[in-house]
């Protein structure tokens, strides 16, 4: 499959992509952001639409279980609870919806599939919260609250996913268009020679 640059969509340098995506969401999860505006949605995203096989679908696990533990350490965040593995699933789901819907890549496309991923995120994460913990009633009028009370982090959850999808896909896509004529001039003398 190929994106709109013409560009194979998933590279073969996807150990490389995978470490740099890895680092490069590490480091953006520990600088201080606005609660739930991070780069782990549009990563897990961006890895699913970009990356071969399990290696998509490892860069949120990992991104998430390296940064945690340093989280936890420097501002006193739970380490893990109940709702945890809802949190990584939710994540890894993101990998599927990049797999399933970017097999070509515009603009519209991408900003859907990160609207898509911030509403699945906001309702299996609200969901686990109210089965798993114990903050809301286990009742209908307590998946209400809950729903209710989460409501001023869709927005922040929303932003972070477009601005962090944005970045990548963007830079991809410079890269892309870097690598064009790059490629072109090297070929030219090999197709000459072969003449």
């Not at 696990?61 to 989280?71: E, N, S």
């Not at 380490?79 to 699933?89: A, E, H």
């Not at 797999?99 to 309702?123: D, E, G, M, P």
Request: aromatic share 12%.
């Amino acid at each position: 499959m190929r994106d709109t640059t013409g560009f194979p969509v998933r590279g073969s340098n996807g150990t490389r992509v995978a470490v740099g995506l890895t680092v490069i969401g590490a480091l953006a999860r520990l600088i201080p952001h606005p609660a739930n505006f991070t780069p782990v949605g549009g990563t897990s995203l961006f890895a699913g639409a970009r990356l071969r096989g399990w290696s998509a679908y490892l860069v949120p696990l990992i991104l998430m279980a390296v940064t945690d533990p340093l989280l936890t350490a420097i501002y006193g965040y739970p380490l893990f609870g109940p709702v945890t593995p809802v949190i990584y699933g939710a994540f890894l789901v993101n990998v599927w919806i990049g797999r399933r819907l970017l097999a070509t890549v515009n603009a519209s496309r991408v900003a859907a599939a990160s609207v898509l991923c911030s509403l699945q995120f906001f309702v299996l994460t609200n969901l686990g919260v109210w089965m798993l913990g114990n903050w809301y009633p286990h009742t209908f009028a307590g998946l209400v609250i809950c729903f209710a009370a989460a409501l001023p982090f869709l927005g922040s959850t929303m932003a972070g996913d477009l601005a962090y999808t944005g970045f990548l896909f963007g830079l991809d896509a410079l890269a892309g268009r870097l690598r064009g004529p790059a490629q072109r001039e090297a070929k030219a003398p090999a197709e000459i020679s072969a003449a």
